[in-house]
């Protein structure tokens, strides 16, 4: 139920969000809420609309037609939903940049496109530009995500096959307390059913479907606990390795904050002066994935396994875009 609610306001936020004109009630029922009878849509829509304003986003509500005084439409302003001008030190723009990653989860650009289907099956004239304002940026790609995150919002356990390296195959049960992303892969902490204590698995090393049993609230979160210092406590170190980029002037924040060495005024590969050089001694392990997210503002100078990684990502992504 609440994942459809989900999916239902963000819906309703891209229609909202990429109409040039008002849109009748009518026409957002009908496209929206199709199954709803009378009541229950009025009761979902004025709810609906009222969660969006509590989030902030300013629907607006104006005349369908400017000459006669006929039912109200609604719409959302991109430019009255953009932010201002925001200037972040880096050390701020670090923990945005950390934040805005949650939205390139996969489940969510799926509803995106699919709240974009139903609206140009409708015939609706729509803005696609103006979807901008909602693009997705975090990427988990692991097909346990879901589930792991849906059960610790639930709280219900979840039945899993998990394969240690070197190790066998293994059907583990966990309650989850949460899923976090640690030195750059996601893991789910919580409850070990089978050992008895707190524990955390990497998500990459899930086999086949993780599986959800028993009943919502089977379970309750200890008071006080940090699901990402018992990742850090618990979770295996991961081999790191130096790494030095070249980063233009004024972008790739979250690798100066980590920066063992930062050398200003370099040429870069277009010639000017107006890159800087990032030496990180210890460089995260998903290195490759943070450094394709800045686009052309931040190139690998070394090591060439690196390079090579981000050359595969790119070649891998263009070969994709061409099918």
């Known amino acids: ?112 496109s699919g709240a974009v289907r139903k609206l140009t099956a409708a015939g609706v004239s729509v803005d696609v530009g103006a979807l901008d304002l909602v693009e997705p940026r975090l990427g988990a790609d692991e097909p346990a995500f879901d589930v792991f995150w849906e059960a610790a919002r639930d709280r219900r356990a979840v039945e899993f096959d998990y394969q240690r390296p070197g190790a066998e195959v293994t059907t583990r049960h966990l309650e989850p307390w949460g899923v976090v992303r640690y030195s750059g892969r996601w893991y789910a902490v919580g409850h070990d059913r089978d050992r008895g204590e707190e524990r955390v698995f990497r998500l990459s090393r899930v086999q086949g479907s993780a599986r959800m049993v028993g009943q919502p609230g089977a379970y309750t979160v200890p008071l006080g606990v940090d699901i990402r210092d018992v990742a850090r406590r618990l979770a295996p170190p991961l081999a790191t390795e130096p790494a030095t980029l070249l980063a233009r002037r004024n972008t790739g924040h979250a690798f100066r904050r980590a920066a063992d060495r930062v050398e200003s005024g370099v040429r870069g590969p277009d010639g000017s002066d107006g890159w800087d050089r990032i030496v990180l001694a210890r460089a995260g392990p998903d290195l490759a994935a943070e450094v394709l997210a800045h686009g052309t503002d931040v190139l690998v100078e070394s090591p060439d396994s690196l390079r090579e990684q981000v050359v595969a990502r790119v070649r891998a992504l263009l070969s994709g875009s061409e099918r």
């Open 1 to 112: 139920m609440a994942a459809d609610k989900s999916e239902r306001l963000l819906n309703l936020l891209i229609m909202l969000l990429m109409q040039r004109r008002f849109i009748s009630k009518d026409r957002v029922r009908s496209i929206l809420y199709p199954d709803a009878g009378d009541e229950a849509f009025e009761r979902m829509f004025e709810r609906d609309k009222d969660d969006l304003r509590s989030l902030g986003v300013p629907i607006e509500v104006g005349q369908l037609d400017a000459y006669f005084d006929d039912e109200p439409g609604y719409r959302i302003r991109p430019d009255e939903l953009q932010l201002p001008q925001v200037e972040l030190t880096a050390d701020e723009a670090h923990v945005v940049g950390l934040a805005t990653k949650v939205w390139e989860h996969a489940r969510l650009a799926e509803a995106t």
